[in-house]
């Protein structure tokens, strides 16, 4: 058979009843388009999850108070609450460790803020000028905490953009104005440039104070809820980690480890942890929507036995006129091909759909990647040849005599 006999015929053959092919399309393009976009979901989610992790700061490990227990974001008993970090280990750290590139402690608790006519509740953070590199913050407006400040215990305050905006109002120089932290007047002489809402809480939504002030006014003690380590060279912050771990251990004078009443965590950590999860559900996700297919390549097959039934007395004829079965199985196996790259196609711009207006009018990340469409097509043509092979063997087996008596 001639290629474009084969071509004519598949045409000929899908158009007669477009209802019919259409709906048998229709199965393939919701399970193409579903798993596509699904993965297009998944694929954002863990580019913003990244995003995110790395907005947190440069190389940074993070100490905190409390037992560890496992690994990831599991709770640890006591985290948060305990109190086993001082000033004098991120000064330790700071001075004893290689390969640090900055150390910025912090106290952080939430507080109701006040200003002339408006009030919030937000994060405040006690910290110290290097908060700045650690953390990669930004200044928009004002200055950043000073060492004379910390050293002064001065009652100054620099505000996210968010905070600004609940105190003050959109747009609104708040430097040189006063807030209240717990009753406590404070001076503002900074707000810091927006850096977005993520899972891990909004950046911009916080306050800034020295640390000394921090201490004296609010907490009233010793101990940082956090130190921050920026490493100096991204590939040597496992290493980095573990002499934290093993100077605190010794500052601490506690000799096994799985006793260390704190905990480090460091940004490949974190990244690695959430990016499993968020391919966990992206696979569970596209893995339902898969079923689909299954079902559309079944609908393909019941078509093209229906298709066999109908056209019985027509695969009699050419075959008692001299076509071979090889000619009859590729006749109806390009048909159950064709439809399903055609699902494949559709499904592919459906899904691209799905994921753009997922972005535009739910605010939601999704990037279509060029393997999820090459896995499409791949899908398509597989689901074509299983699905179509069988109804193609049995057409092609039919007897000729029998075939032409078929009413």
């Not at 640890?76 to 609450?81: A, E, K, L, Q, T």
């Not at 921090?214 to 003690?221: M, P, T, V, W």
């Not at 048909?335 to 499904?347: M, N, P, R, S, Y």
């Not at 043509?381 to 299983?386: P, S, T, V």
Request: aromatic share 6%; net charge negative; hydrophobic share 40%.
């Amino acid at each position: 058979m001639k290629l474009s006999d084969l071509i004519e015929e598949t045409y000929s053959s899908i158009t007669v009843n477009k209802a019919k092919s259409s709906l048998t399309i229709l199965g393939i393009v919701i399970g193409i388009g579903s798993v596509i976009a699904l993965s297009a979901l998944g694929q954002g989610a863990t580019n913003s999850i990244q995003s995110s992790v790395q907005s947190l700061g440069s190389n940074l490990i993070q100490v905190t108070p409390g037992a560890q227990r496992g690994q990831g974001f599991q709770v640890s008993s006591g985290r948060g609450s305990a109190k086993s970090l001082t000033l004098a280990d991120s000064e330790a750290i700071a001075t004893e460790l290689s390969d640090v590139s900055a150390v910025a402690p912090e106290i952080s608790s939430r507080y109701q803020i006040t200003a002339p006519g408006t009030n919030t509740n937000t994060s405040v953070i006690g910290t110290i000028s290097d908060y700045t590199t650690v953390r990669n913050v930004q200044i928009d407006l004002g200055d950043f905490i000073t060492q004379q400040n910390v050293d002064n215990s001065s009652k100054v305050a620099i505000l996210g953009p968010t905070t600004r905006d609940d105190l003050f109002g959109e747009e609104t120089d708040p430097v040189g104005k006063t807030i209240k932290i717990n009753k406590i007047e404070f001076k503002v002489i900074g707000v810091t440039k927006s850096k977005g809402t993520s899972g891990f809480g909004s950046q911009d939504d916080v306050i800034y104070i020295p640390i000394s002030t921090a201490q004296r006014f609010l907490s009233g003690d010793e101990y940082v809820t956090t130190i921050n380590v920026a490493a100096g060279n991204q590939d040597l912050m496992t290493e980095l980690q573990e002499a934290i771990t093993d100077l605190l251990l010794e500052r601490h004078k506690i000799t096994d480890s799985t006793k260390a009443d704190f905990s480090t965590m460091n940004q490949a950590d974190i990244v690695s942890s959430a990016s499993s999860i968020t391919s966990t559900l992206t696979l569970l996700l596209s893995a339902v929507a898969a079923i689909s297919l299954l079902v559309g390549g079944i609908g393909i097959m019941n078509m093209m036995l229906t298709s066999v039934t109908e056209r019985t007395r027509e695969i009699g004829l050419r075959k008692a006129i001299g076509a071979k079965k090889s000619d009859i199985t590729l006749q109806f196996l390009a048909e159950a091909i064709t439809l399903t790259f055609l699902g494949g196609l559709f499904g592919i711009i459906s899904g691209w759909a799905i994921s753009y207006a997922a972005g535009v009018f739910l605010s939601m990340s999704a990037q279509v990647t060029l393997t999820s469409i090459i896995l499409a097509f791949g899908v398509s043509a597989g689901i074509g040849i299983i699905f179509g092979y069988y109804p193609a063997r049995r057409a092609a087996g039919l007897n000729p005599i029998e075939a032409l008596r078929f009413e």
